[in-house]
């Protein structure tokens, strides 16, 4: 096989799917020293402007014809697509050979509607290395990389302990509610970070008006990728829903609480390679997951994650000496 040159790696979206292409991204480059491209939606630019491995990075605001012409003038040897969905099929018009990730729809159905795994634990991260064993790329299990500039301002002092607690997530089915999260925050002394978009702002200050304390801080929809990341990076643990920002988090090996409902960590996107680091709390309500994405629940209208007793967060948290 003749080593490829320059090579196009695709994925649009979201957080944390982003993140978890970033092992891939580092082998392609160590072991085949070539170009590596990245093309992805604009909004998602600050997760990899930083990464060393990508020699261009190439965004889109709407839609690939933005970019086909500038894509076409490349002359990539490979394309490797770790989106795998009708818009990245449309770069069949570049003529590049394409190397697919194969997503396991099929195995998922199984596992969503009838209980039968047949995943058998496979993560995405691995299926991802599967799409590249034509090109004779392993996988180095060092596990995510997430990388930032040498400086980054926030307003909060991170030499001291604190938690972060992430409330976002791509549907409503995967969050625990205000009153999950007031329990937990009202046991906990020390600073507590909460994290998330714009959607979650109202949120946090629901919480912290609820615990009526002053050190449980509001971050939602103010921080860049890379100020989230700082913080997450130097916190005791992050507490988090199934979300981008655990991978986020996994990619610096920190102590993760993450809390499953309508998903689990069956389907492949438990926190990659910290197992050590890595506490599952899944509802009692849930034997398999509900949906692939969240979208539904089949146990509650406001997902089975309501069900999560906020005393197993708590109990861990007294087990870390985070809680007395």
């Known amino acids: 096989m003749e080593i490829p040159k320059k090579i196009l ?8 799917d982003i993140v978890l292409t970033t092992p891939v991204i580092r082998c392609l480059k160590k072991q085949l020293n070539c170009d590596i491209h990245f093309l992805t939606k604009e909004e998602y630019q600050g997760l990899l ?7 261009k990075l190439i965004c889109i605001k709407k839609g690939l014809k933005e970019v086909i012409s500038l894509l076409m003038n490349e002359q990539y040897d490979y394309i490797i697509d770790l989106h795998s969905n009708l818009r990245s099929f449309s770069l069949f018009k570049l003529s590049v050979k394409t190397l697919r990730v194969n997503k396991s729809n099929f195995k998922k159905f199984l596992l969503i509607n009838f209980g039968i795994n047949f995943l058998n634990e496979d993560h995405i991260v691995d299926r991802y290395f ?51 999260i007031s329990e937990v ?7 507590v970070i909460l994290l998330g978009g714009n959607g979650e702002r109202d949120l946090a200050e629901l919480i912290i008006s609820d615990c009526k304390k ?3 801080l509001n971050y939602c929809g103010v921080n860049s990728f890379d100020q989230s990341a700082y913080l997450i990076k130097h916190c005791q643990i992050v507490i988090t829903n199934d979300t981008g920002f655990m991978h986020i988090a ?32 899944i509802s009692p309500k849930s034997t398999k997951p509900c949906s692939r994405h969240g979208k ?8 089975c994650i309501k069900n999560i007793n906020p005393q197993m967060i708590i109990k861990q948290l007294i087990d870390l000496g985070l809680v007395k």
């Open 130 to 180: 599967k799409s590249v064993k034509i090109l004779k790329v392993e996988n180095d299990e060092k596990g995510l990389d997430y990388f930032m500039p040498e400086r980054i301002d926030v307003d909060f002092n991170v030499n001291q302990k604190y938690i972060v607690w992430v409330l976002g997530a791509g549907h409503e089915n995967k969050k625990l509610s205000q009153d999950q």
């Open 9 to 16: 790696v695709v994925r649009f979206s979201s957080i944390g």
């Open 49 to 55: 402007q930083n990464n060393p491995y990508i020699d």
């Open 250 to 281: 996994a990619s610096f090996d920190k102590k993760i609480i993450s809390l499953w409902g309508c998903t689990q960590p069956t389907l492949g996107f438990r926190p990659y390679l910290i197992e050590d680091n890595s506490i599952e709390i």
């Open 185 to 191: 925050c009202n046991k906990v002394d020390y600073p």
């Open 214 to 216: 002053t050190n449980i």
């Open 296 to 303: 539904y629940c089949s146990h509650q209208f406001d997902g």
